[in-house]
């Protein structure tokens, strides 16, 4: 099963891409985390990305593409993914395309879960992510059980760089630019589903589960 994510920042991609992608047994491919983990270990592409990501801009697609595509040789990717935050322009979605094809392959759904700009305000500054794991908590919709310490693996909770009010609207500005018009470009190729992505968390799981078993 190939799926990917769509959403603006917030919309609850990378909440509902660990949950299928766990159900399914299969990877979560997360840009954004991949660029997280290179930031924490100081690597080159690590402190290339984190020049955008901080200021709330898209990493040059030349970066992410390989990257991903490199991701795909992996063994575990045998039976499928769930991508999340990739692609996140036309260019990537026509290079993963391209990729795909030349193993006579393809996408099967892009799942876009929808949510207001002014509600993803508001869940930006209730996330904090783990710093070990990278597991995601919201100080009042899903808490950890002790302040500010991860349940699964124990390490510091933090808010992330990006998730600052101002930043946080700057990622919606790019988000509408230059990701949006990927809903128009896989509804096009009768690939597009959408969920209302404001509704509890587990209503929304069971509604991209009813997709992805249809
Ligand atoms: P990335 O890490 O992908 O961030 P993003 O797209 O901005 O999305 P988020 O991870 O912020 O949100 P999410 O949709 O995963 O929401 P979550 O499930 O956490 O990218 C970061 C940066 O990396 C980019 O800005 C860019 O610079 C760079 N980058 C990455 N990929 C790239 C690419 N392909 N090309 C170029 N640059 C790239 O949920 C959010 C919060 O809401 C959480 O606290 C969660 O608990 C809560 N929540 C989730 N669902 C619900 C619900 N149903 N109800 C209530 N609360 C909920
Ligand atoms: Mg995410």
């Not at 030349?102 to 996330?127: Q, W």
């Not at 990927?182 to 096009?188: F, K």
């Amino acid at each position: 099963m190939k799926v990917i994510m769509l959403g603006a920042p917030g919309a609850g991609k990378g909440t509902q891409a660990k949950k299928l992608a766990a159900k399914y047994d299969i990877p979560h491919i997360s840009t954004g985390d991949i660029f997280r983990a290179n930031i924490k270990n100081g690597t080159e592409l690590g402190m290339k990305a984190k020049v955008y990501m901080d200021q709330g801009l898209l990493v040059p697609d030349e970066l992410v593409v390989d990257l991903v595509v490199d991701r795909f040789k992996n063994p575990d990717c045998e039976k499928g993914y769930v991508l999340d935050g990739f692609p996140r322009t036309i260019p990537q979605a026509q290079a993963l395309d391209t990729a795909l094809e030349k193993n006579g392959d393809a996408v099967e759904y892009a799942i876009d879960v929808d949510v207001p700009d002014s509600s993803i305000i508001k869940r930006m500054s209730g996330r904090r992510a783990c710093v070990g794991c990278g597991a995601t908590y919201h100080l009042v919709t899903i808490p950890p059980k002790k302040e500010g310490i991860c349940d699964t693996c124990g390490a510091e909770l933090i808010l992330r760089e990006d998730d600052k009010p101002e930043t946080v609207e700057k990622r919606l500005n790019v988000y509408h630019e230059q990701t949006q018009p990927l809903i128009n470009y896989y509804n096009t190729k009768g690939i597009l589903k959408s969920v209302d992505g404001t509704q509890d968390m587990d209503v929304i799981f069971n509604e991209i589960n009813n997709i992805v078993e249809s």
